[in-house]
């Protein structure tokens, strides 16, 4: 059984830049949860991607964006960054039976360390 | 709407000790889970224990407990035998009955003494 795995590790960009962050799911769940933290605080969820559908949104703005593919992996993707976004963001992997549900536990990869200057 | 309060930004504790990590919680929902992860300075969030609203036992991980006050709303970590690699940032989180997201807390900074 894999885990949850994420690319890249790290990333340095300019402010005004786009980026892609890429995740992979743990082997037997369907859905995605992206997160981002900030130094020194606790996680704040983005959105949800359960079958190729956002199934829940955070409060971020709308150039905070994502898919999710077939095989259940998935990409963030931020346009016009500005320097705030210089967060570790972190990926999770669950299993929900149909939409609108709770997701069981959920198991994060290793994350992705952006720094926008 | 959920929120989770963690009252300790750092703790120390003697290795081979017992610790015990806050957290409290406010929902509305009738059914929840409460989870506490650990995050070493890598990074990574790591999964260590979960406890459900209508379970009738506290939940138990090898040497992770989870004391869960139900009234109280209260759901603290319970570490024993202290390890110098249990040295790390810890997160209560919770999901509701609806709810896609986990809410996380503030975080606990543990920190193990030989």
């Known amino acids: 059984e894999t885990g949850v795995t994420q690319s890249p590790t790290h990333l340095i960009k300019t402010r005004g830049q786009q980026v892609t962050l890429r995740c992979s799911s743990q082997s037997g769940h369907n859905t995605v949860s992206w997160y981002q933290q900030a130094l020194g605080q606790g996680p704040q969820f983005i959105f949800q991607?359960?079958?190729?559908?956002?199934?829940g949104r955070g409060n971020f703005p709308p150039r905070f964006s994502g898919l999710q593919f077939p095989n259940y992996s998935s990409e963030l993707n931020v346009n016009a960054l500005e320097l705030d976004d210089s967060a570790l963001y972190l990926c999770?992997?669950?299993?929900?039976?149909?939409?609108?549900?709770?997701?069981?536990?959920?198991?994060f990869g290793p994350g992705t360390r952006l720094t926008v200057l | 709407a959920q929120k989770i309060t963690q009252t300790q930004p750092g703790m120390f504790v003697q290795e081979k000790e017992a610790v015990t990590l806050d957290c409290t919680y406010d929902t509305s929902d009738p059914s929840y889970g409460l989870f506490w992860y650990k995050q070493p300075s890598s990074g990574e969030m790591i999964f260590l224990i979960y406890q459900g609203s209508y379970d009738q036992q506290n939940a138990t991980e090898g040497r992770y407990s989870l004391n869960f006050q139900k009234a109280r709303k209260s759901a603290n970590l319970v570490i024993s035998a202290s390890q110098l690699g249990d040295s790390a940032m810890y997160f209560c989180?919770?999901?509701?009955?609806?709810?896609?997201?986990?809410?996380f807390g503030p975080g606990t900074r543990l920190s193990v003494l030989p």
């Open positions: 999770a992997s669950s299993f929900i039976v149909v939409a609108g549900s709770s997701a069981d536990t959920q198991y």
């Open positions: 991607y359960y079958r190729e559908e956002e199934n």
């Open positions: 989180a919770m999901r509701g009955n609806y709810g896609q997201n986990f809410v």
